[in-house]
């Protein structure tokens, strides 16, 4: 079967770092996707990793490790911004098909 | 670029109601999916096409029909809505080169069946 775990929530302070941690169990895996939601907007991508180790994009950064099953977000020098909803979904390979999980609900507080 | 469009933004029904969601990407892109999202859940797949005349089911199919005639347009259906269809309907389009597979997403269709 398919399984996938994230924290429900997390919360932190502003200029905090904060980790996500993901473990997935695919039948297929091909890479990591991370997505942002805030509250009444749609999913926006911010990372993929295909293959282990981290991937760096600003203030973002997201690590794979294939053969743990296992992924984090770190964010850093958190802004009230950063105040969303985080999601990993793994790419099971088939037909592109991402999986979805309950989310991580980030709360960054001054 | 529009990027990826959803027609209408808000909608109220009342069950038994019928009505189409369109979806719209200027990106060229093949894959077009379709999910929904209901309150502190995260997505889950209605149907996606992998190309233009194609379509297949997803996790969550049942009540909603698809087409996509054209490639830029991806169509969800309800023919009798029931209030279990109450949700926020992402439509999302992606482009593949070898297994990145980043989901562009419109923003959302709100919909409420009474």
């Known amino acids: 079967g398919q399984s996938l775990e994230q924290p429900s929530e997390v919360t932190a302070v502003e200029g905090a770092i904060v980790q996500i941690n993901c473990t997935y169990q695919?039948?297929?895996?091909?890479?990591l996707s991370w997505y942002q939601q805030h509250d009444g907007g749609a999913p926006t991508f911010l990372s993929y990793?295909?293959l282990d180790g981290l991937e760096e994009t600003g203030r973002f950064s997201s690590f794979l490790s294939r053969s743990d099953s296992y992924g984090y977000l770190l964010l850093q020098e958190l802004q009230m911004k950063d105040s969303a909803s985080y999601f990993c979904?793994?790419?099971?390979?088939?037909?592109?098909?991402?999986?979805w999980g309950l989310g991580t609900s980030l709360a960054v507080n001054p | 670029n529009a990027g990826v469009t959803q027609t209408p933004k808000f909608r109220v029904l009342k069950t038994g109601q019928s009505m189409t969601l369109l979806c719209a990407q200027d990106m060229n892109h093949e894959y077009m999916y379709w999910y929904r999202q209901d309150p502190g859940m995260g997505l889950r797949l209605i149907h996606y096409s992998v190309g233009e005349g194609t379509t297949a089911k997803g996790e969550v199919p049942d009540g909603y029909n698809v087409s996509r005639l054209k490639k830029q347009n991806f169509l969800l259906g309800l023919e009798s809505a029931a209030p279990s269809q109450t949700s926020v309907y992402f439509c999302?389009?992606?482009?593949?080169?070898?297994?990145?597979?980043?989901?562009?997403f419109g923003p959302g269709t709100r919909l409420t069946v009474l």
């Open positions: 999302a389009s992606s482009y593949q080169i070898g297994t990145y597979n980043e989901q562009f």
């Open positions: 695919t039948s297929g895996f091909y890479g």
């Open positions: 979904a793994p790419n099971a390979g088939n037909n592109r098909k991402l999986i």
């Open positions: 990793n295909a």
